[in-house]
């Protein structure tokens, strides 16, 4: 079964960076599509950032255009989010999902296995 465990998250000042890590379980990591999402309390969960089984594909939400940078390493059954320039609004619980279609990185729906997330908090 596919697992996947995020990691790297914690408290940061204003302006200042964290990079996540989601290790996942299974052999077919280099065929899945990868995305990022987050939640703030009392908010719905919103897309941040996807790649495609290449990496060769990239997407974000505009709030994190120029900021944020999401990777993959398909050896290490590992995608980064790269986090720069963080803000008080970044401040929420961050998960990485994945789904195995070609395509539809910033569609919540189709991703089928969640992490469960790891908190970032962001002070002013």
């Known amino acids: 079964q596919v697992q996947l465990v995020e990691s790297g998250g914690g408290l940061v000042q204003a302006g200042g960076s964290l990079r996540l890590s989601c290790v996942a379980s299974?052999?077919?990591?280099?065929?899945?599509?990868m995305g990022w999402f987050r939640q703030a309390p009392g908010k719905d969960r919103e897309f941040v950032a996807g790649?495609?089984?290449?990496?060769?594909?990239?997407f974000y939400a505009d709030s994190v255009k120029g900021r944020f940078a999401i990777s993959r390493d398909n050896a290490k059954n590992t995608v980064y989010l790269q986090m720069n320039s963080l803000k008080p609004v970044d401040t929420a619980v961050y998960s990485c999902?994945?789904?195995?279609?070609?395509?539809?990185?910033?569609?919540?729906?189709?991703?089928?296995?969640w992490g469960q997330g790891t908190q970032v908090t962001v002070s002013s």
């Open positions: 299974g052999r077919t990591f280099s065929s899945w599509t």
């Open positions: 790649i495609s089984w290449s990496g060769r594909s990239t």
């Open positions: 999902a994945s789904h195995s279609r070609v395509g539809g990185e910033t569609i919540p729906t189709l991703y089928s296995v």
